[in-house]
């Protein structure tokens, strides 16, 4: 089988991960393919499972430059261990991008590999 074309207009660059003092996601909502475009404000961006599942978290609204964040678990507690998605929202809900994932937390320390505390997937248009 050949490649699949997505169905929304917006779309998701491979997630990633690193260490950092709290567990987070935050990553950009981008007008064009590459970083150096413009960021989107004002889009809606939902966290939860692969399925497209929402958890007990509001969508977030993107700021001024595209930014958006989630704080999964603020610095000095202990940290979220589990697995996230994420992916833009109409007004009403409404899935209108592909789904960005998975960012596996996992708690491990700053030289472990494979650590991951801060997640990210930049969406794009």
């Given at each position: 089988p050949?490649?699949?074309?997505s169905p929304y207009q917006w779309h998701v660059n491979p997630a990633g991960c690193e260490h950092a003092g709290g567990v987070y996601v935050?990553?950009?909502v981008y007008d064009g393919h590459?970083?150096?475009?413009?960021?989107?404000?004002?889009?809606r961006v939902a966290l939860?499972?692969?399925?497209g599942?929402?958890?007990?978290?509001?969508?977030v609204t993107t700021t001024w430059d595209g930014t958006y964040s989630f704080t999964l678990s603020a610095d000095g507690t202990p940290p979220y261990k589990?697995?996230?998605y994420v992916w833009l929202v109409d007004a009403g809900g409404k899935r209108i991008s592909d789904i960005g994932g998975p960012?596996?937390?996992?708690?491990?320390?700053p030289d472990s590999p494979g650590v991951c505390w801060?997640?990210?997937?930049?969406?794009?248009r």
């Open positions: 050949g490649p699949t074309t935050k990553a950009r590459n970083q150096d475009s413009p960021g989107v404000e004002g889009m939860g499972d692969g399925s599942n929402g958890y007990d978290i509001p969508p589990g697995t996230v960012m596996v937390f996992n708690g491990l320390g801060h997640g990210w997937v930049d969406f794009w």
